[in-house]
């Protein structure tokens, strides 16, 4: 009778069909907690990957099917998807652990009384994980740091190596005595890719609270600055009314000399109205008097009648990273050539913004493939210098904009657009 129910033809198509639905619901699975390439190979190769993964027979002490399986599937979203190789490296192997625990215990111990409905059984299961996933996953706009990673993957080292170890190292003897406890280690493999999950949302919270501290003392900076410079600006309101006193009853060989003196000093004063938004006003406010700390010369051109319609540590990010990157550049070049151009504009629901300088003839910048063309940092201080333009692109990606960065006759630039 086992036979008849294997080999029918309407049992073989609902095999088929509950296999194609499994291997759709782990890839959909999957997206949800790391993006996947927009090739159309890439989609197919992990939906092949994923079709294949949760349908493989499991056996323990089976050495044919589990380890090719499993590179199969790990190796397919180092290639398939994007992002560090420890995020790749974390998330596959934290999706291996439940997947393959779950078809250890299903056919090893749960085969027999539901042979003729193992495949409804592993469509059922992922079904549980992508709801699993979408209740408990992490918001997508929220990057782990390199160490968060670090330490997610460590934690996936347990329950994935119990999996590999019950299925690779268990002998036929010990089975018989110890099924018992093979079942509970499974089951709590199962239960851990929960709080796996919980802990990436946990990191994902906290690196989210690090950026707004740090965009927060940001913004208390430079709104320190701008009324440090209004101060100065009423205090020099409050004593022109002395110095045309004073002008007043001065010989007329020494007025010229006085109004000179007097001119030389108001240069202290910036300009505080570059545009309509009031927050771009206080970042350049800041930066203009860096640079010109600097000897840099500053051009800029903007097009912004009114407030942008970004949050202010989002215009903070954009802007004094930017700057910053670019008077950080210039500071190595002979000062006569020390020169930031800054155009932005705000039209039709796309704001633009474009930041130039020239590079050192002997300077070298290092294209990172793996990052959608970025360019890593040269400084020798790799952990703590290049996360201004990470920040950059955090915020460009959650807008859905775009952010490129060119070199061309010995001068940088930094480019981005976003849709409004």
């Known amino acids: 009778m086992t036979t008849e129910i294997e080999f029918s033809v309407p049992f073989l198509i609902f095999e088929a069909v509950c296999m194609i639905i499994s291997g759709g619901v782990l890839y959909v699975t999957v997206g949800k907690l790391i993006e996947i390439r927009k090739h159309w190979w890439a989609k197919l190769l992990l939906w092949i990957a994923c079709t294949i993964a949760p349908n493989m027979i499991i056996f323990l002490s089976d050495w044919a099917n589990l380890p090719p399986t499993f590179l199969l599937f790990l190796g397919t979203i180092f290639v398939c998807c994007e992002g560090s190789s420890l995020k790749k490296l974390a998330i596959g192997t934290m999706m291996a652990s439940a997947v ?94 929960v709080g796996l999950l919980w802990t990436t949302v946990v990191l994902s919270r906290q690196r989210k609270l690090e950026q707004q501290s740090m965009y927060a003392e940001m913004n208390r900076k430079y709104y320190e600055s701008m009324e440090q410079q209004h101060f100065e600006i009423r205090r020099l309101r409050h004593d022109m009314a002395n110095h045309l006193q004073t002008l007043s009853v001065l010989p007329e060989r020494e007025k010229n000399e006085y109004i000179q003196n007097l001119l030389d000093s108001m240069t202290v004063i910036r300009n505080l109205h570059y545009c309509g938004d009031s927050t771009i006003n206080a970042v350049l406010t800041v930066k203009a008097s860096a640079m010109e700390e600097f000897g840099i010369k500053f051009f800029y051109k903007l097009d912004i009648p009114t407030e942008l319609p970004l949050s202010k540590t989002a215009i903070c990010t954009l802007f004094a990273n930017a700057l910053d990157n670019a008077i950080e550049a210039c500071k190595q070049l002979p000062k006569e050539t020390r020169v930031i151009t800054l155009e932005s504009r705000m039209q039709k629901g796309m704001f633009v913004l474009s930041v130039k300088n020239p590079l050192s003839k002997d300077s070298t910048l290092i294209q990172d493939n793996k990052q959608k063309g970025m360019f890593v940092t040269t400084k020798a201080d790799v952990k703590n210098h290049g996360i201004g333009l990470k920040s950059m692109e955090d915020v460009v990606r959650q807008k859905e904009g775009k952010m490129e960065l060119h070199v061309q006759k010995g001068e940088f630039e930094l480019f981005l657009f976003i849709y409004i």
């Not at 625990?101 to 042979?115: G, Q, R, T, V, Y």
């Not at 010990?174 to 280690?185: D, I, K």
Request: aromatic share 18%; net charge negative; hydrophobic share 50%.
């Open 100 to 193: 393959f625990s779950f078809s250890a215990l299903l056919d090893e111990f749960l085969a027999m009384p539901f042979l003729k409905y193992k495949s409804a059984f592993r469509t059922f299961f992922e079904l549980v994980l992508y709801g699993t996933v979408c209740l408990f996953r992490p918001e997508r706009d929220n990057e782990l740091t390199p160490g968060m990673w670090k330490l997610l993957l460590l934690l996936n080292l347990t329950p994935i190596g119990i999996v590999l170890t019950l299925v690779l190292g268990t002998s036929d003897n010990r089975y018989n005595s110890q099924e018992g406890q093979y079942m509970v280690l499974l089951f709590l493999v199962l239960f851990s890719f």
